[in-house]
């Protein structure tokens, strides 16, 4: 998902930090010329449906239901797919103060927040106007980190029509990272401006709970339409975290309700640092963050 700079301090990685191991990167190096059709197939069909135009941005709202899974990690994953398929401009937001693990993930200091932005109304004929808003954070990316509103203090609901929304028209993709438990208003607000929606929970039987309970939340806040607009991702935050979690019949119940289903392996890369450096992920770290990409564009309309 090409090049970065090296990880900033604080998030050093070293030769152990890479996503696979040493022999399983020997293992992929000596059959790759003999990878399966289906699997080469598979890659390039991610990448075409990446890359398929679309006529006004779309709006992807993530939430960690449980708050268990790190939902910044995936932002960041899906931000970097989305800019290296894509030759428009990605946002990434977080609707959470107090936070900051977005801006750490890629390793940049934030030039504003979106606490700075509360009480502001976004009002911009051009990118340029907007950009010393915004920091950069690869090539074609873009962060508004949520910032520090003070101790327990949420984001005010009108920093969506205000700020967010404003800048999502100069962009492709924006991504909005919802957080676990946001205001009430203030959520409302964010699901009923989405064109898709991501879940993102541990790969255990409670984070499948905690995606069953967020589910009957959105389906009641609007109807079961929704379930054809979700991606849902189990991740594998430590290796074998529940070993009766039983991902194939989880998986199979909610794409029978009309959700997509993912599951993101245990990555030692994402694991052991903080900033993510694209060339030290595992490889299935990278093609399962095309194939979401690619899911959740396709869901978005």
């Known amino acids: 998902m090409g090049d970065s700079p090296e990880p900033s301090a604080g998030g050093v990685a070293t030769a152990a930090d890479r996503g696979d191991s040493l022999p399983r990167r020997v293992g992929r190096a000596v059959v790759r010329t003999f990878r ?69 993930r890629f390793g940049v200091r934030p030039r504003v927040s979106l606490a700075d932005l509360a009480g502001a109304r ?42 967010v929304l404003p800048l999502t028209r100069f962009f492709g993709v924006t991504l909005i990272g919802r957080g676990p438990r946001p205001a009430a208003d203030l959520d409302r607000a964010t699901l009923a401006s989405a064109h898709a929606h991501v879940l993102v929970e541990t790969a255990t039987r409670e984070g499948a709970a905690g995606v ?11 109807d079961e339409s929704v379930l054809a607009r979700t991606v849902v991702v189990f991740v594998d935050q430590v290796p074998n975290e529940d070993r009766a979690f039983n991902f194939p019949s989880t998986a199979d119940i909610l794409r029978d309700g009309g959700a997509a289903v993912f599951r993101l392996r245990h990555d030692r890369h994402l694991a052991r640092t903080t900033t993510i450096d694209p060339r030290r992920l595992a490889e299935t770290s990278r093609t399962t963050a095309a194939r979401v990409a690619a899911e959740v564009l396709r869901r978005s309309g």
């Open 212 to 222: 069953g309970w967020a589910l009957d939340r959105m389906i009641a806040a609007s």
């Open 122 to 163: 976004i009002e911009a004929d051009s990118f340029e106007q907007l950009e010393p808003s915004l920091t950069p954070a690869r090539e074609r990316v873009w962060l508004l980190p949520g910032g520090d509103r003070g101790a327990g203090a949420a984001m005010p609901a009108e920093v969506l029509p205000n700020a």
């Open 36 to 104: 399966p059709p289906d699997d080469v197939v598979g890659v390039i069909e991610s990448g075409r449906a990446l890359q398929r135009p679309i006529t006004t941005g779309r709006r992807v709202v993530l939430s960690s239901p449980r708050g268990e899974a790190d939902g910044s990690v995936l932002i960041a994953l899906l931000a970097m797919a989305f800019a290296h398929y894509r030759h428009d401009r990605v946002l990434a937001v977080d609707l959470v103060p107090d936070r900051g693990t977005l801006a750490l």
